[in-house]
């Protein structure tokens, strides 16, 4: 087994934070997809490479735990490696470091392929990639295991009409602007996580009447994410979120969230 290298280093903005003042989820998604390039070019697969080939990573599924709250000015890095080679996938491992501490304050499992820039179809891994791999196989730590969830194979995709059918709650529903997907116009990973987030005040509201506004000093923290990206919609595209209470525990609960094209009623992910 090798060490993680480190793939990323920096430090939590104020604009990045709640209304709790803490670091909002979606910005530990969106670091986490800043390392995930860096260890693209660890395995031979740069920007340049990238560009020429006409292909990128993509994530199709994340694990995230949240281990430790991040503050403004926090400052931190992120280390990776891989945990499995495949001729058509890698199984990613990284994990938010507190550089003062040196404790991890995130947790990030990802399946990720190598997929065409416009159609997003999966494409082999390049040769030289599964052979840089071996170099950056490592072991997952116990503290970046999933926890509170259970890592089924993704259920089949839902169909809108089903969530509503269901009685699910309409947390969200927009169309997704320019400013929100890359380069090739395709919604970012950071963004799926933020339309959830964005969600949570609705879905609050309308489950037990609560008014984030009013108070803005109380609130619950997310420990833990279950992500199955089934489709990257584009730029254009118009989203509906569905959200429904799946599991109440002694100290926590589990919330489903499930988004769709309202277009076509297919559904784009599904979170729990």
Known sequence: ??????????????????????MNVQFYVEKAGQGLAALGLALGLGPRVSRNEGARLQVSDHHVRFLREQRPG????????LLEVRDFGLTVYEEMVSTVSGEPAATFNAEVQWVDDETREVKPLPAKAKAAAKALIVERPVHGAPRGLELYDPRPAPKLKEADAMGMVRTWAGDIAPQLCDAQGFLSVRHFMGIVSDGIPNLLAQTNGTDRSKTPSVGGAALEYRFVYRRYPRAGDILTLRSGLKNVGPKTYTWCHWLFDLET????ATAE
Do not use: C, K, L, Y
């Not at 990323?8 to 209304?19: H, I, L, M, P």
């Open 74 to 81: 926090a400052p931190f890095f992120i280390r990776a490696g």
């Open 1 to 22: 087994m090798s060490e993680m290298i480190e793939v990323a280093r920096s430090s939590v903005q104020t604009w990045e934070s709640d209304q709790m003042g803490h």
């Open 265 to 268: 009623g297919e559904a784009v």
